[in-house]
C-alpha cells in the first residue's frame, strides 16, 4: 500500500528556535498533503492542507506565519515550527490521500507518516 | 458540538470479549467513514473502511446508520494485542475530502 515517511521522528529543541518537519509520499504522487498536530489524549487536528506548487490553506486560528508550510514537489511537503515555545510541544502529523477503488467505488484513504514529537524546552 | 463524536471511554474488557464502539457525527452530507487504530505515540493506521451495507474483515465488523448518523466498529474474540486507541473519520462529499476525526475510544484488553 500506499507509504508516507516523515522526518524527525522526535526532535528536542530550544525555545525561540525553529524545527523543520519533512514529509514524504514514498510511492504515489500527492498533490495535496495534510498536517495535523495532536496533543495527548485529544483528537488529531487539521492544522493546514499543502498543496503542491501553491499557498497552504490553514484552519481557522493556525498561525500561518509561525507554521510555514513549502510543498515544493509531489512527493515532499515541510512544515517549520518558527520560534518554537513550549506550548508549541505536541505530536505534529502528516498525511496524505491514496486514492483506491473498491466495492463501493473510489474512496480517499489517508495515509498517515510516522508523526514528529516535538519537544520544546 | 462536536462533527465526530466518540466516548473517549477507556472500554477495559478481558480478553475474548466481544466490544463494541460506536461514533457519530453531525455533517449529514458526510460521504466515508473510516475506522483507524492509533497505537500510543505512534500514528493512526488505517484499520477499515465503513460501507453502507456494512463489511467485516477477521474479528472486526463495521457498520453505518445514516439515518441516524453513527458507525459502529465491532471487535470479536479480543486480544491482548487489539489494545490502542480507535478513532472514527468521517468524510464530507465535495470540497476536498478532508476527513474530520473523533477524539478516539481508548480499548484495554486485559488477560
Known amino acids: 500500500g500506499a507509504v508516507v515517511s516523515q522526518h524527525p521522528s522526535r526532535v528536542i529543541c530550544k525555545s525561540g528556535t525553529s524545527v523543520k518537519i519533512e514529509c514524504r509520499s514514498l510511492?504515489?504522487?500527492?498533490?495535496?498533503m495534510f498536517w495535523y498536530r495532536q496533543f495527548p489524549k485529544q483528537s488529531l487536528m487539521l492544522m493546514a492542507t499543502?498543496?503542491?506548487?501553491?499557498?497552504?490553506?490553514?484552519e481557522q486560528g493556525v498561525e500561518k506565519d509561525k507554521f510555514l508550510i513549502n510543498h515544493a514537489s509531489l512527493t515532499l511537503s515541510t512544515l517549520t515550527v518558527t520560534s518554537a515555545h513550549p506550548e508549541d510541544s505536541s505530536f505534529y502529523i502528516c498525511?496524505?490521500?491514496?486514492?483506491?477503488?473498491?466495492?463501493?467505488?473510489?474512496?480517499?484513504?489517508?495515509?498517515f507518516g510516522e508523526g514528529s514529537r516535538l519537544t520544546v524546552l | 458540538r462536536k462533527e465526530v463524536e466518540q466516548d473517549p471511554g477507556p472500554f477495559n474488557v478481558p480478553e475474548g470479549a466481544t466490544v463494541a464502539f460506536n461514533c457519530t457525527y453531525s455533517n449529514s452530507a458526510s460521504q466515508s467513514f473510516f475506522w483507524y487504530r492509533q497505537d500510543c505515540r505512534k500514528e493512526p493506521k488505517l484499520l477499515m473502511s465503513v460501507y453502507s451495507s456494512g463489511n467485516e474483515d477477521g474479528r472486526f465488523t463495521a457498520q453505518l446508520n445514516r439515518a441516524s448518523q453513527y458507525i459502529s466498529l465491532l471487535i470479536r474474540d479480543s486480544k491482548l494485542s487489539d489494545s490502542a486507541t480507535y478513532l472514527c473519520?468521517?468524510?464530507?462529499?465535495?470540497?476536498?475530502?478532508?476527513?474530520?476525526f473523533g477524539r478516539g475510544t481508548s480499548l484495554i484488553v486485559h488477560p
Open positions: 499543502s498543496n503542491e506548487g501553491s499557498k497552504a490553506t490553514y
Open positions: 510511492d504515489f504522487q500527492a498533490t495535496t
Open positions: 498525511s496524505a490521500r491514496g486514492w483506491t477503488s473498491g466495492s463501493a467505488g473510489w474512496t480517499g484513504e489517508l495515509f
Open positions: 473519520a468521517a468524510t464530507p462529499s465535495g470540497g476536498s475530502y478532508i476527513p474530520t
